[in-house]
């Protein structure tokens, strides 16, 4: 699957990995409340908004991202 906004190939599975892992990390323990898990999901989604948006400003490259959600 091709991204077309960044113009790169994208393992779908890879990537969903990767990100369920770090909202692993984030959560800091298995069993989390709906109120907790609705914090951390929307905390997430802001954060993804703003990298986005550097990179579509020209602010951050796609490689910025990576080292970002390590």
């Known amino acids: ?14 990537y969903l990995e990767g990100w369920h892992n770090r909202l692993n990390r984030k959560a ?4 989390n409340g709906l109120y907790e898990l609705l ?22 490259t796609v490689g910025d991202l990576r080292r970002v959600n390590k």
């Open 28 to 31: 800091a323990k298995s069993h």
């Open 39 to 60: 914090q951390l999901l929307i905390a997430e989604q802001g954060v993804m908004d703003t990298l986005i948006q550097q990179v579509l400003s020209g602010n951050a």
């Open 1 to 14: 699957m091709k991204d077309c906004r960044f113009g790169m190939y994208i393992m779908t599975n890879n």
